[in-house]
């Protein structure tokens, strides 16, 4: 049985007309089903209402009034058996007619059906009649279906609960002679059941009525009942067969002889005379004296209803003059609001600012918003204020009684103060177009009607005004101190208006009047909303937007049954939203709690047309709901096809930016009233057109939105014009008033839901109230800049790019990290070709062949790895990545160009490897061959010694052994590696370098020799290409200079630590060296595009960094040709040579002596090792320890380093030094803070360690396993070979230490060799990590490593290195080829020096307020000549340079200059500048706040 009332609630919330036609189904035979389950519509609506409490009872009245059905006047209570005047749930009905008297002017009256002195006429029933009076009442009312009557569904089964019912329902007239039934409005009223046994009703019925229509076959002329009739009474027969006298029966209408039609027609004569000639006029409202005097309850009775009546009673009771009231009980919304408003966009587009300095102009702004607050906080709460706080902080039953008291009053009022003016407004109209008058006269008439327009505006007042209020009394009190009485006073009203949008009562989210929204009011309800519900908050958003009058709020309320304002006295102004709780069956299948419903004022509505902004209002209003929906419904009217047009191109502009933005929200276009039940197919041609148009907008609005590749609407969206067009029959099937609701509308509305369901199903994103709070306030900061860029301003995105540069980041390292492993381990395996590749048909070329091929592979497999977690990032339905699809391709360039660059390094390095080990093989021949015939000769003496057999002493030996030396020296010719001039091969280096470079470009070189240069420091000369640069440059030619100079000099310092490093490397000099200084110069030149360094300058450059390199490499040169002389080498080995013959010819074991020469080769080895491993574990530490969020993504960094200086406070050495030297500034501080971290706890030492142990291990496990194998180690020289094959990808072994190893090697031992060799491996062990924790300089130790963290490390965070073309802030844009640069937070330009040409004063302009202004700028790319900054992307296309989202956005560096105006000053000669008022009252917190905000961070 539940489901019949649920069945008929749902069709009827939907204004179905069928809804009381449900029935119930049965399992059972159709037989048994009909008796047992069938339930007269009167008895099921009796029990529906008995049941459901005011609201509900309301909602119902006013959809069955919307259906033409009756509806309860007195409702019955068979347990109790009394009945209950129903005069709350009638209030709500608002009726719209034209009496008869009003036809001339065309004038309507609209007003609630509770209120209208309309007379009542009833029809009751004594006993048996053969006449249906239901049918005679439908009949009159040329509906067939307003009272339930026997004939339909269900109507014959007999009734239970519902006799005693009485229903009533309206005839209103349209105004339309031939139409109309009556002339006058006219209740009518029909009791259910015999009035024998409901007297008190029909007692009741006689005191409220006009007349009484009594149906009765029975009635006797002397009848009790007639004595209390005070009123005309109609019996209405079949026939006659008594005679009535007296004057109680004035009139008996008999029906004999008659067909239907006739006896109606005398009916409705009948009832037509009564209402003509009727005194007796009582409102439903007066009847509850009567009902009370009767016995009978009154709903409104209740202590709640009472309760809040009175309280809403005694807001509204005095208002005469909205306007007053306005200004008088809610001074703060009026004109101060308006101002705030106006001054809040004025600061995000300076429109107004003249010729007035930009910093100037906004704190005079902020100045003005400062004093309006202040007047805002001089107000004490009003009485009305007060009352209404009262009311809402009553009980949840008394404060749901109260808001709609608030709103029936306020909207009486509304109705009736904007009725008069809306028919002055048409009179003037009209007045306006008849008359021919003079100019003057015209322009006063339209003068007249804009006023007329305004006061509709402000006479306007409704329960919006009051929260309003609310919100402003709120957003005053915020701007106070935190301690303040009056803030803390403050801070529960969001409660109480988030208890209100729990409730279902809509809030005002866009002020329509201000044209506004106020952020902090809307974000405290939201977030105490949040709270409320233990933040299961998750929520879709679907929003309507349409032309005014085309029915939007209807079809919300239709389908979501809900209730937005729809009568024509109060249109919709601004957007107000609304939440729906769903169910638990489909929290499941939608993901959210509830459904935010937006409902928008009426795109180029009348009300705006006489004002200015109207097309920009519209625009903004429709780029946010848009932005805020997942859903957005179109809502069109067939009939208006140029406001279509405008609503279209309105619309498409809205879904460009948001397709900016990375947010594409479904889309529907509801056409209503379309009249035709084919129109779907009918209109198949119209959606062609409609599709044409969308495609032409779209390349309008993209033209003007300067996206040119956007060609067509499907560019923006998915759209499919059959299945995102939706056609709506008119509301009324007929003629309003009286025409029901149309049958076709509410299943076209059904359907339509149905569709929308689906796609709130598949929406991907799944946010609660916090992230649409933030998505608010993003969006709407973004629509107050005109140009709505959307950017990293917007928090959202700022957060999810964030997150993805981390991501992006992390993946680039462990790409990194895994090649740059895989390359040590490649660089080691050459290093030690020869020794470890056996195989003499093997060459290094072949090796390197092979690597090359394997290095390929990896970084193939590296790149793809990438590509795959970017696309696993993007399914994600988390984290918002919709918002930065825009920016997935840089990183897939990224991607691709790390592996370049990445490929390139592998194979510089490799190919370096092999040329110096290429270059060490003459070498290591020369040294090989000595050693050979040392041995030989050795090996001969000693045969010789054993053959003679005679008891040599060891001096003998010796002896012997000095003869065989001197003359094997002798006989060696020893020849040492060739002298190199390294001068002269630089030079020809040089000369290659530059050979695809100009003829003037190479001639630079001639008659030069390095020798001469890089002695003397290096000075950027000024030459003849100065005088050659542009006439306006020579301005800035000192500046530019400088910056040269500082430039040139950080490529010295580069390259100078380069050739520090190759120089302690233990290799000869290689001319891959001087081929990587020249790309190390090059590259720092190509990444610094915003400085052009001059060919003269260049060639200068390279010739003064060679210099240095020659001489210094010249030195390690001959240094190691004088360390590897051969003749010196061999004298050297001497003393080894000697012992090992001593031994071998005393047949003494070798194996402790090899196995410590072979340890005194492996501490070197580990060493190296070590130090190689260390660098890519240093950054895993910085990146993973204490801070690590300062080195996640380039804005972190950023944030970390402004938040450092802020903290220091310091000018000289701190943000001097960034300011003018900021990539030096960076790459110290940074530095610093890895040093400061491996301080901590001995950070380093235990990495050290770490690796020593793993390496150590190796070694151990390493003989472990060659002494398992027996079979094939023979001897200790084939043991060590093993060794060195197994660890030759780990540790590089010098060869000729390892040839005089296996000199004169050839003990068989190899279990005690092995023994002896665990035990050195354990002492290299403990010497070493004895040594790690000594410490020392951690700066020398990061210095030495060949992979320099902090090298890295700065590489990756420093980033692109540009800087904003104007005022020099870094960019922080993620990967290495995005796009387009931004920075997070732009500087006053005087920051870096800028002055005023004219004064010599500092300047105060930041390009982010420039960029919103009409001022101008001037460079050497414009030619000198001024330029709006408006349009820097002409100049400057890879920038993005939005406004600041608040005036307080770069207080940081507003701060700074206020603080360090007099030394900046100072250090650029120039005089300070002229600070605007409100930078000097800024605090170091007021900085830090502004900090954290701009880059998003949290507290």
């Given at each position: 049985?539940q ?6 609630l749902k ?15 049965s399992?059972t ?13 009167l008895?099921?609506?009796?029990a529906?209402?008995?049941?459901s ?5 309301q909602?119902?009245?006013q959809k069955?009034?919307?259906c033409?059905f009756a509806?309860p ?11 209950t ?7 709500d ?10 036809m001339?002017?065309k ?9 209208s ?22 009949k ?9 009557h026997?004939?339909?569904d269900?109507?014959?089964?007999p ?6 019912l009485?229903?009533i329902?309206w005839?209103?007239?349209c105004?339309k002679?031939?139409?109309?039934r009556f002339?006058?409005p ?5 009791l259910?059941g ?10 009741f019925?006689?005191q409220?009525?006009a ?5 009765s076959?029975?009635l006797e002329p002397d ?6 009739i005070?009123?005309?009474l ?9 005679t ?7 009139h008996?209408i ?9 006896f109606v027609k005398?009916?409705?004569s ?5 209402i003509?000639?009727c005194?007796?006029?009582l409102?439903?409202?007066?009847m ?7 016995g009978?309850?009154?709903?409104e009775?209740?202590?709640?209803c009472?309760?809040?009546?009175k309280?809403?009673?005694k807001?509204?009771?005095?208002i005469?003059?909205?306007?007053t009231?306005?200004?008088k ?9 308006k ?11 300076l429109?107004?600012?003249g010729?007035q300095d930009?910093?100037?102009?906004k704190?005079?702004?902020k ?6 607050r202040?007047?805002?906080q ?6 009305a204020?007060t009352n ?7 009980s ?6 109260f808001?709609?008291?608030m ?5 009486n009022?509304?109705?009736?103060n904007l009725s008069g ?9 009209e007045?306006e177009?008849?008359?021919?008058k003079d100019i003057?006269?015209?322009?006063r ?6 006023d007329l ?9 409704g329960?919006?005004h009051f929260?309003r209020?609310l ?6 009190a915020?701007s ?10 403050m ?6 208006c ?5 409730d279902?009562?809509?809030i005002?989210?866009v002020?329509g009047?201000a044209?506004n ?14 709270t ?9 958003v679907?929003?309507?937007l349409g032309?005014q ?6 079809l ?13 006295g109060r249109?919709?102004?601004g957007?107000?939203?609304?939440l ?13 709690d ?9 795109l180029?509505s009348?009300?705006?047309a ?6 920009e209002?519209?625009n903004?209003?429709?780029?946010l ?11 069109m009217s ?21 397709k900016?933005?990375?947010k594409k929200?479904v ?7 379309v009249?035709d039940?084919s129109?779907h197919?009918?209109?198949m ?6 599709l044409?148009q969308?495609?032409e907008?779209?390349q309008?609005a993209?033209?003007?939105e300067k996206?040119e590749?956007i060609t067509?609407f499907?560019?923006?969206m998915?759209y499919?014009p ?8 008119g509301l009324w099937?007929?003629?309003p ?6 049958a ?6 059904y ?15 799944n ?5 649409f ?18 950017s990293?301003r917007?928090?959202?995105v ?14 680039e390292?462990?790409?990194?990290k ?9 660089e080691?395996?050459i290093?030690?070709f020869g020794?470890?590749?056996l195989?003499h048909?093997?060459?290094?070329r ?17 790149e ?7 696309v696993?990032?993007?399914k994600?339905q ?6 930065v699809e ?7 360039s990224s991607?691709?160009t790390?592996?370049r660059?990445t ?6 390095v490799?190919?370096g490897?092999v ?23 050795v090996l001969?003496l ?7 057999k005679s008891?040599l ?12 030396w001197?003359k ?14 390294i001068a002269?091969d ?10 695809t470079?100009?003829?003037?470009v190479r001639?630079?070189l001639d008659?030069?020799s ?10 950027v ?7 050659k640069?542009?006439?306006f440059?020579?301005?800035?030619n000192?500046?530019v200079r400088?910056k040269l ?11 100078q630590e ?6 302690n ?7 891959t060296?001087i081929?990587?200084l020249l790309?190390i110069i090059?590259?720092t030149s190509?990444?610094?595009?915003k400085?052009?360094v ?6 200068n450059?390279k ?5 240095i390199?020659?001489?210094t490499?010249?030195?390690?040169h001959?240094?190691l ?6 003749r010196?080498?061999?004298e050297?080995?001497?003393n080894?040579?000697?012992?090992d ?14 196995a ?10 580990v060493?190296?090792y070590v130090t190689?491993?260390?660098?890519p ?14 080195y ?5 960094f950023?944030?970390?380093?402004l938040k450092?200086?802020l ?13 003018n030297?900021y990539e030096?500034?960076v790459k ?15 950070r380093?030492?235990k990495l050290?360690k ?8 190796i070694?151990t ?8 194998s027996?079979s094939t ?10 060794m060195c094959s197994?660890l030759?990808?780990k540790?590089v ?9 296996m000199?004169?090697n ?6 005690q060799f092995?023994?002896y060799?665990?035990d050195y491996?354990?002492e290299?062990k403990?010497s ?6 000594k ?5 020398e130790?990061?210095r ?5 963290p902090?090298d890295k490390?700065f ?5 692109c ?5 104007f005022?020099k802030a870094?960019?922080?844009a ?6 387009k ?6 500087r006053p330009?005087g920051?870096?020096?800028l ?5 010599n ?5 930041i390009?982010?307020s420039?960029?919103?202004?009409e001022s101008?700028?001037?460079t050497s790319?414009?030619e000198g ?17 939005t406004?600041?989202?608040s005036?307080?956005a770069?207080?940081?560096?507003k701060?700074?200059?206020?603080t ?10 120039v005089?300070p500048?002229d600070i605007?008022e409100?930078?000097?009252t800024?605090?170091r917190?007021d ?5 954290k905000e ?5 507290d």
């Open positions: 049985m489901s019949l009332p649920g069945a008929f069709k009827l919330m939907m204004a179905n007309l069928n809804a009381r036609s449900v029935t119930l189904k399992d035979d159709e037989s048994d089903s009909e008796n047992s389950y069938a339930i007269n519509p008895d099921l609506i009796t529906l209402f008995l049941c409490d005011g609201f509900l009872q909602e119902m009245v069955m009034s919307m033409q509806v006047l007195l409702l019955p209570n068979c347990d109790t058996e009394q009945s005047l129903m005069l709350w749930a009638l209030r009905i608002v009726r719209k007619f034209r009496p008869s008297s009003q001339d002017t004038s309507f009256i609209e007003e609630r059906i509770v209120l002195d309309i007379p009542m006429v009833s029809f009751v029933r004594l006993g048996e009649s053969n006449l249906s009076k239901s049918n005679m009442l439908n009159l009312l040329s509906n067939p279906d307003t009272f339930v026997r004939d339909m269900c109507g014959d089964v009734r239970k609960i519902s006799d005693g009485v229903e329902s005839y209103l007239p105004g002679r031939n139409i109309d002339t006058k006219v209740a009518f009223a029909n259910r015999d009035i024998r046994s409901f007297k008190t009703q029909f007692s019925l006689c409220t009525s007349a009484i229509y009594m149906f076959d029975e009848s009790e009942l007639l004595k209390d005070n009123t005309e109609f019996l209405v027969v079949n026939s006659q067969r008594k009535f006298t007296g004057d109680k029966v004035t008996v008999e029906k004999k002889g008659r067909n239907e039609a006739a005398t009916l409705q009948s009832v037509g005379d009564v003509e000639n005194q007796n006029k409102t439903i409202e007066k509850d004296v009567i009902a009370r005097q009767s009978i309850l009154v709903d009775d209740s202590d709640e009472r309760s809040a009546r309280m809403a009673d807001i509204t009771s005095n005469t003059d909205t306007i009231f306005k200004d009980q809610l001074p703060l919304q009026g004109q101060i609001w101002e705030l408003s106006q001054l809040e966009k004025e600061r995000c587009r429109r107004k600012q010729d930009t910093e100037h102009y704190s005079s702004l100045k003005k918003e400062i004093e309006l202040k007047k805002q001089s107000f004490d709460m009003t009485e204020m209404f706080l009262i009311g809402m902080s009553s949840e039953v008394e404060r749901s009684y808001i709609k008291w709103r029936i009053y306020l909207d009022m509304s109705r009736k003016l809306r028919e002055k407004y048409k009179m003037l109209q007045k177009s008849a008359d021919e003057a006269d015209l322009e008439q339209k003068k007249d009607i804009a327009d305004r006061q509709i505006s402000d006479g306007s007042l329960l919006e929260l209020e919100g402003q009394l709120y957003e005053a915020c106070l101190p935190e301690s303040s009485l009056q803030r803390k006073q801070e529960h009203l969001p409660g109480l988030a208890q209100m949008l729990l279902g009562f809509p005002e989210l002020d009047d044209s929204i106020p952020l902090k009011w809307i974000s405290a309800v939201l977030t105490q909303l949040h409320l519900v233990k933040s299961n908050s998750k929520i879709r679907v929003t309507v032309v009058s085309t029915g939007k709020s209807t919300l309320n239709t389908m979501f049954g809900v209730q937005f304002a729809v009568s024509s249109c919709t102004r957007a107000f939203m609304l729906i709780k769903v169910n638990k069956e489909l929290k499941e299948e939608l993901k959210c509830f459904i935010m419903v937006i409902d928008t004022e009426g180029k009348p009300e705006l006489q004002l200015d902004h109207s097309y209002h519209d903004e209003l429709a780029t709901v848009i932005g805020l929906s997942d859903v957005t419904i179109i809502n067939m009939e208006n096809s140029t406001e279509m047009k405008d609503i279209l191109q309105i619309v498409v502009h809205a879904f460009i930016r948001m900016e933005v990375g929200p889309c529907h276009f509801v056409h209503q009233n009249s039940v129109a197919d009918n209109n041609r119209d959606r062609k057109k409609l044409e969308l495609n907008m779209t309008a993209a033209r003007m996206k590749n067509k499907t560019d923006v998915e499919d059959h299945t995102s067009s939706y056609y709506i029959p099937h007929g003629t008033p009286m025409a029901p609701v149309n076709g509308y509410s299943e076209a509305v359907d339509f839901k149905k569709s929308l369901m689906k796609d709130l199903r598949i929406c991907p994103k946010d609660d109230l916090t992230h709070m933030k998505w608010t306030e993003s969006l709407w900061e973004s629509v107050k800049f005109e140009n709505f860029i959307f990293f917007n928090s959202l700022a957060d999810a790019y964030s997150r993805l540069c981390s991501e992006y980041n992390g993946w390292w462990a790409f990194q895994e090649m740059y492993t895989w390359m040590v381990s490649a080691t395996n290093s030690n020794m470890t590749v195989n048909q093997i060459t290094i072949d090796v390197l062949k092979d690597l090359m091929t394997e290095a390929s592979k990896k970084l193939a497999e590296g793809m790895e990438i590509q795959d977690n970017l696993k990032y993007f994600k988390d984290g918002h990545v919709n918002l825009n920016y997935r391709e840089g990183f897939v991607a691709k790390l592996k660059e490929e390139n390094t592998v194979s510089n490799l190919h490897a040329e110096i080990r290429e270059g060490m093989t003459q070498l290591d021949d020369i040294k090989s061959s000595q050693a050979n015939t040392m041995e030989n000769m001969a000693l045969q010789t010694c054993k053959q003679n008891d002493s060891e001096q003998d030996l010796i002896e012997e052994f000095e003869r065989m001197k094997t020296l002798s006989e060696i010719k020893f020849r040492g590696l060739r002298r190199r001039k002269q630089a030079f020809s280096i040089l000369q290659y370098h530059l050979s470079r100009s003829g003037y001639s630079l008659g030069n390095l020798v001469d240069f890089g002695k003397r420091p290096f000075v000369e000024s030459g003849d290409w100065w005088q640069t542009k006439e440059m020579i301005i800035w000192r500046d400088k100079q500082d430039f040139c000099n950080d490529i010295i310092t580069q390259c380069f050739i520090t490093q190759k120089v490397s233990k290799t000869d000099y290689h001319d060296y081929k990587e790309d090059d590259k190509q990444q610094n595009k400085l052009k001059p060919d003269e300058c260049e060639v450059l010739l003064h960094i060679c210099g390199a020659a001489r490499f010249q030195k390690k001959d240094d040709i004088a360390v590897n002389d051969p010196k080498c061999l050297q080995s001497k080894k040579y000697l012992t013959f001593i031994d071998l010819f005393h047949n003494r074991d070798q194996c402790l002596k090899k410590e020469e072979f340890t005194k080769l492996l501490l070197p080895a060493q190296d190689k491993m260390i660098g574990d240093v950054v895993d530490e910085v990146k993973t320890g204490e801070g690590s969020e300062d996640s993504a380039r804005g972190a950023q944030f970390s380093i450092q200086l903290m220091d406070g310091k000018y000289d050495g701190n943000y001097r030094e960034y300011i030297h030096k500034f110290n501080w940074l530095f610093d803070r890895i040093v400061q971290q491996l301080s901590k706890e001995c380093l030492e050290e770490k690796h020593l142990s793993a390496i150590v291990k070694i496990d390493t003989i472990s396993n060659i002494r398992k027996h180690v023979k001897d200790i020289k084939t043991f060590i070979q093993n197994a030759g990808k540790l072994f010098p060869k000729d230490g390892l040839d005089l190893i000199t004169l050839y003990s068989d031992n190899t279990e092995a023994d060799l665990t491996v354990g290299i403990q070493l990590a004895a040594e790690y924790d410490g020392g300089d951690i700066k130790r990061l030495s490593l060949p992979f320099k902090q490390m590489t990756s965070l420093f980033g290195g540009e800087v904003c073309p005022c870094p960019c922080e993620g990967g290495k080829e995005h796009s640069h931004f920075s997070s937070i732009h330009q920051v870096r020096g002055k005023d040409k004219d004064t004063v500092l300047v105060t302009n390009c982010s420039d960029v919103i202004s101008q700028f001037r790319l414009t000549k001024f330029h709006p900054y408006k349009d820097y992307q002409k100049y400057y296309p890879h920038w993005i340079i406004g600041d989202p005036i307080k770069s207080d940081y560096w701060y700074v200059m206020a360090y105006n007099e030394r900046i000053a100072k250090d650029k000669h005089l500048a605007p409100d930078w000097t800024l605090t917190n900085a830090l706040k502004s900090l701009s880059f998003h961070m949290k």
